[in-house]
């Protein structure tokens, strides 16, 4: 078995292997931090979006869902104050001039150190951050020689915000002054927030309630070389609960449980996960974690929870003078109403892409099924069946004799319900590792005994055992796994 690094990198080339993830328009050396996801890779992203959303609103009564533009007015962001602080202290190197974020140089240092040297590290580089005390985070990178990986040397700019959105000009003409400039969303959660009152109201939704959206978020990540885990566009799924001011820390605990049970419910054990608090608070947070999983790089940030006060949507009532608050009819315990009030807001925000990336890192094995006679190993994935691209091959075992025309009907049968996909050539243990390659849990071969006893060989893609079913219980067989 691959080591944690090598198994990364084997991750990597089994996607662009087998149709997973490709490096965007890489006939032109690709593009730095942008990724296409190819036959298998969009099955398996979309299966995962879908088991978020239906979870998320089918399965919550108080979660509706929606679906925003990415382009949104210029004042969104102002107000959001992304346009003031999203951004990221750098630092650049003067002899290589290479930008680094400044927490990930130090992070990186600090992973070389011995484990409390390290964690002092970073200790120090919170309290700086916290503070954004700047000069202090060159002096620690300075006083520890911390090195560029490209010249080596330690020869440093001061450190710089650097802001993060991507811009683009709207209509055709461009405008003077920027008046035609528009962002890249680089989070969904906003256009969430502008359609608050709109859900709300044509919806009659009672707080507690969330709107949840799946869509693009583009950010111009420095650091970006890590596949899917950072890139400059990705996929956000987000929730945002809106609740009575001063009940934020119990529905903020209330989410961190409900999120960890949704991961949980991927089959992926617990030990797996970790959570994180947060000492630096983004500029719209009175509290925040991370759910960190245990990618092969190390444990990371998948999904991050924040109890995001009224931050947002006080501050879209004042940039847009257009009031957005929630009449709540019910009274307190001292039978008083308690009237309008702009509601706090507790969100969960899980990238897709890193969803994608977490999946596959749990499902990717390689085995040695070597024997005395000879040599022998397969990689698969092992996905959970609701998650896999394809969730059932169908194979005849040779091309005529009738097998063909069985093995479509049981085809055309199936495909309504859930993926197939039909193979005839090559031997049957070629399809098969195929098959494992791509995560299908199940196989089916047609033979010449089927045409008899109506039977077919089911092959289970973990434990590769076969048996003996009837063709009419296939279908029913898959859909029970897929559930
Ligand atoms: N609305 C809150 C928000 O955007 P965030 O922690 O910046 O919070 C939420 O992002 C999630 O989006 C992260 O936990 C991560 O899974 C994903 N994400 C953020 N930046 C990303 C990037 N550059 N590439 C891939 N996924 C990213």
Not at 205 to 219: E, L, N, S, T
Not at 245 to 273: A, D, N, V
Not at 348 to 353: E, N, Q, Y
Request: aromatic letters at 12%; hydrophobic letters at 35%; a negative charge.
């Amino acid at each position: 078995m691959a080591n944690d690094t090598n198994k990364f990198q084997a991750i990597i080339s089994h996607c662009k292997e087998y149709g997973f993830i490709f490096p965007s328009s890489e006939i032109y050396d690709g593009l730095s931090a942008v990724y296409d996801y190819g036959q298998n890779g969009s099955e398996l992203k979309k299966n995962i979006r879908d088991y978020w959303w239906k979870w998320m609103t089918q399965l919550h009564d108080n979660i509706v869902g929606i679906d925003a533009a990415i382009f949104m007015h210029p004042t969104t962001w102002k107000a959001s104050g992304h346009v003031d602080n999203f951004s990221d202290p750098m630092i650049d190197n003067k002899d290589s001039k290479k930008r680094y974020r400044v927490d990930h140089l130090i992070e990186a240092f600090a992973d070389t150190l011995p484990k409390e040297a390290g964690e002092a590290i970073l200790q120090q580089m919170d309290q700086l951050l916290a503070k954004e005390d700047f000069a202090g985070l060159k002096k620690l990178i300075e006083d520890n020689k911390m090195k560029c990986s490209v010249s080596g040397t330690c020869n440093w700019t001061d450190v710089r915000q650097f802001n993060l959105m991507f811009s683009t000009e709207f209509g055709s003409v461009s405008g003077d002054e920027g008046e035609n400039m528009v962002y890249l969303r680089p989070e969904t959660a906003q256009g969430i927030f502008v359609n608050f009152l709109n859900v709300q109201k044509t919806g009659r939704m009672k707080i507690p309630f969330g709107i949840a959206q799946v869509g693009k978020a583009f950010r111009n990540e420095i650091v970006a070389r890590q596949f899917i885990f950072r890139m400059r566009e990705f996929e956000q799924m987000e929730m945002q609960f809106f609740i009575r001011p001063g009940t934020q820390k119990q529905w903020y605990e209330y989410w961190k449980e409900e999120r960890m049970k949704w991961h949980l419910s991927l089959g992926i054990s617990p030990e797996q996960y970790r959570f994180h608090d947060h000492v630096k608070l983004a500029h719209y947070a009175d509290a925040a974690c991370d759910i960190e999983y245990n990618f092969p790089i190390g444990f990371k940030e998948v999904e991050g929870i924040h109890s995001r006060t009224d931050f947002d949507l006080r501050n879209h009532q004042e940039f847009s003078k257009k009031k957005m608050q929630y009449f709540d009819a019910e009274t307190d315990e001292n039978g008083k109403p308690y009237g309008n009030y702009i509601p706090y807001v507790i969100e969960t925000s899980i990238g897709l892409d890193r969803s994608v990336m977490m999946v596959l890192s749990e499902a990717y094995e390689e085995q040695d099924l070597s024997t005395a006679e000879k040599q022998d190993s397969r990689v698969l994935l092992k996905f959970p069946p609701k998650l896999a691209p394809v969730k059932l091959a169908i194979l005849p075992l040779v091309k005529k004799d009738g097998l063909p025309e069985i093995a479509r009907q049981l085809m055309d049968e199936c495909r309504a319900s859930f993926r197939c996909f039909y193979e005839e050539k090559d031997a049957i243990g070629k399809r098969y590792r195929r098959q494992d390659a791509i995560g299908t849990p199940f196989c089916v071969t047609i033979d010449h005994q089927t045409k008899e006893d109506g039977m077919v060989t089911i092959r289970y893609r973990d434990s590769m055992e076969q048996e003996r079913i009837l063709l009419k219980d296939v279908k029913e067989l898959v859909e029970k796994a897929i559930q």
